[in-house]
C-alpha cells in the first residue's frame, strides 16, 4: 500500500498561495518552473476535450495549511466557466488532473515531481524516473503545456484522447503522458486521488524506480471529484476527543463525591 505523503512544514510555506488562487497565467514548462494543478476533461463520445488551469500553485498541494493539512482541508472550482455540457456534447465524460516541479536539473533526476490523477482505491502503478523526467515532464507534458497551452488558462479543443488539440498541433494521442501502464483517468461523478512521483536513487540514472506516494494526511489520501461542472478537493482531519461541557464535569464532580461520601459511611458503620 503506498504511504501517504508527509505533510511539508507549514512554517516554510506560509507564504504560498492556496487553492483557487487567481491572477494572469503564464505559459508554464515543467522543465523551468513549477507547474499548477491542471485538470483535463475528455467526451469520448465526441472526442472533445478541454484543459484547464485550475490556477492552484503546486506547492498548495503539498502545504500542511492546504491540501494536506493534518487538520483536513476542502475547496472547488468551477470547470470550464460551467460550459462542459456545451463545449463537450452528451456522453459519459472522464476527467484526469496533473501538476508537475522540476526542483533540479532534469538530467539530475532526484527531486523532479510529477504529479497524476488515480482512481481512488487504484494502485499507482511503479514507475522508473526516465518514465517520469524523460517520458511524462519533457517529451510530453512540457511541450504540451509551451506549444498547445500557450499562456492560456483554458483550451477546448477534439482528438483521440482526454488531451484538447490546439491550432499549434494535435493533443497528446498516447493518453496519459504517454506513459506505458498508467492510464489515470475516471469515470465524471466518481472520485480521484493524487500521486505524487518522485525522482530518486542514483543521480543522473534514468533506470532507477522513482518513489510514489498520496497527496493527503495521516487520516488519508485527499479525494477529488468532477460532477457536473464543479471539481471538489476533501481531505478529512485527524480524530481528537471532543470537550465536555461544564455541566458534565459538575455531574462527574458530583458523582465522584457521592462516592465518597458512600465509603465514609460504610466505614463508620463497620466500626
Keep these: 500500500m503506498m504511504n501517504v505523503r508527509k505533510a511539508v512544514s507549514a512554517t516554510l510555506l506560509a507564504g504560498v498561495a492556496l487553492a483557487g488562487a487567481s491572477g494572469a497565467f503564464a505559459a508554464q514548462n515543467p522543465a523551468s518552473q513549477q507547474v499548477d494543478l491542471y485538470v483535463a476533461v475528455w467526451n469520448p463520445t465526441t472526442s472533445t476535450s478541454i484543459v484547464q488551469d485550475l490556477g492552484t500553485q503546486f506547492n498548495s498541494l503539498e502545504s500542511a495549511t492546504g491540501f494536506e493539512n493534518p487538520n483536513g482541508f476542502s475547496t472547488s472550482w468551477t470547470v470550464d466557466n460551467g460550459n462542459l455540457a456545451t463545449d463537450l456534447g452528451s456522453g459519459t465524460y472522464e476527467y484526469t488532473l496533473f501538476a508537475a516541479d522540476d526542483v533540479s536539473t532534469t538530467t539530475n533526476y532526484i527531486g523532479v515531481q510529477l504529479l497524476m490523477g488515480i482512481a481512488q482505491g487504484s494502485s499507482a502503478p511503479t514507475l522508473t524516473n526516465g518514465s517520469v523526467v524523460d517520458t511524462g515532464l519533457l517529451h510530453i507534458l512540457a511541450p504540451y503545456l509551451t506549444n498547445q497551452m500557450g499562456s492560456a488558462s483554458l483550451l477546448k479543443g477534439t482528438g483521440t ?10 493533443g497528446n494521442a498516447n493518453g496519459s503522458f504517454g506513459i506505458q501502464g498508467y492510464n489515470g483517468q475516471q469515470t465524471i461523478g466518481g472520485n480521484e486521488n493524487l500521486v505524487a512521483y518522485v525522482g530518486g536513487g542514483t543521480a543522473d540514472s534514468a533506470a532507477d524506480n522513482s518513489t510514489h506516494s498520496l497527496i493527503g494526511n ?6 477529488f471529484n468532477l460532477t457536473g461542472s464543479s471539481l471538489t478537493y476533501s481531505l478529512t482531519g485527524g480524530t481528537t476527543g471532543v470537550p465536555l461541557p461544564a455541566a458534565a464535569w459538575l455531574l462527574i464532580s458530583g458523582l465522584l463525591g457521592l462516592g465518597a461520601v458512600g465509603r465514609r459511611r460504610d466505614a463508620n458503620v463497620a466500626a
Design 161 to 170: 484522447s482526454y488531451w484538447a488539440s490546439s491550432p499549434n498541433g494535435p
Design 218 to 223: 495521516a487520516s488519508g489520501a485527499g479525494v
